[in-house]
């Protein structure tokens, strides 16, 4: 089953930021958009799904949001939802906890 991870943040993890926090533990690896950006994904050198990442929203009711996850940080923005398909998730938690460090956020998983 797919793991639901969020990153909690005050910036928004872009395509550019991604990629270049990427490129430290996954050079050969790709980066992939749909929908207009709406869904990005990461795979490996040989073409497996790493980790999904869906479109950044900002938070309305930061208690509500506060309470969906396992221990939220003090404050946060912006809430990116993350998937971690089958496979390899240290891997995908890796690569989340670089890209989360590269904008200042966390990640959690929901709760």
């Given at each position: 089953?797919?793991?639901e991870?969020v990153l909690l943040?005050?910036?928004?993890?872009?395509?550019?930021v991604?990629?270049?926090?990427?490129?430290?533990?996954h050079?050969?690896?790709s980066?992939?958009?749909?929908?207009?950006g709406?869904i990005?994904?990461f795979?490996?050198?040989?073409?497996?799904a790493?980790?999904?990442?869906?479109?950044?929203?900002?938070?309305?009711v930061?208690?509500?949001?506060a309470a969906a996850?396992?221990?939220?940080?003090q404050?946060f923005?912006l809430w990116?939802d993350l998937?971690?398909?089958?496979?390899?998730?240290?891997?995908a938690?890796?690569?989340?906890?670089?890209?989360?460090?590269?904008?200042?956020?966390?990640?959690?998983?929901?709760?």
């Amino acid at each position: 089953m797919p793991t639901e991870l969020v990153l909690l943040s005050d910036v928004e993890p872009t395509s550019e930021v991604m990629v270049r926090a990427a490129s430290v533990d996954h050079p050969l690896g790709s980066f992939l958009e749909y929908r207009d950006g709406q869904i990005r994904q990461f795979v490996d050198a040989d073409g497996n799904a790493l980790l999904q990442i869906y479109r950044t929203r900002p938070v309305s009711v930061p208690r509500e949001a506060a309470a969906a996850v396992q221990d939220p940080p003090q404050s946060f923005a912006l809430w990116t939802d993350l998937a971690v398909p089958y496979g390899a998730p240290e891997t995908a938690r890796a690569l989340a906890d670089s890209i989360a460090e590269a904008v200042g956020g966390v990640v959690r998983e929901r709760a």
